[in-house]
């Protein structure tokens, strides 16, 4: 058992260092304006050229989601999967929407019309949030391999 003691140290390690170097975004999220797919991306502006517009996104599961229309609040509740929708009745112009879960809010203006601007694909994504760093990443990893260096260095002692 002492001699694998120090190969079970590097599987665990090596599982958390491998797990950890990846930034997971949280449960909350919005996934959809209508047929629109916001690819997980968080913008200050969207536009959506069809009226009622279906909002749809995901969060904890069987949890609450405050949706607010122009200062309006509807409530829906995720499903056991997650996920969530609403129907909106939205029609052309600008609209301000709120949606929170579980302490995060998202928050955006819907342009609803056919107004949507020529350089929208050139839009910058700046807006979208910082999911994880890899200054951690690297400490957490320099850790784990100094760690198990010492840990062979202990067990060679041991078995000279």
């Known amino acids: 058992m002492k001699k694998l003691l120090p190969l079970l140290t590097l599987i665990v390690v090596l599982l958390f260092v491998v797990t950890s170097s990846k930034a ?3 449960a909350f999220s919005l996934s959809s304006i209508g ?3 916001t690819a997980g991306k968080v913008y200050s502006h969207w536009w959506y050229t069809v009226a009622n517009p279906v909002l749809t996104g995901t969060a904890t599961a069987a949890s609450e989601v405050i949706i607010t229309v122009d200062g309006t609040a509807n409530t829906v509740t995720a499903d056991s999967n997650g996920t969530w929708s609403f129907g909106s009745t939205l029609v ?3 609209h301000t929407i709120v949606i929170t879960s579980g302490g995060e809010t998202l928050s955006f203006t819907l342009t609803i019309g056919s107004n949507v601007p020529e ?3 050139t839009m910058s994504g700046s807006a979208v949030p ?3 760093t ?3 990443t690297l400490a957490l990893g320099l850790l784990a391999a100094g760690s198990i ?3 062979f260095r202990l ?3 041991r078995l000279s």
């Open 24 to 26: 997971f975004a949280g």
């Open 119 to 121: 350089n929208i694909a």
């Open 155 to 157: 067990n060679l002692l």
């Open 35 to 37: 047929a629109l797919s």
């Open 130 to 132: 910082t999911t994880g």
């Open 149 to 151: 260096y010492a840990g």
């Open 134 to 136: 890899v200054e951690l």
């Open 92 to 94: 052309d112009g600008d």
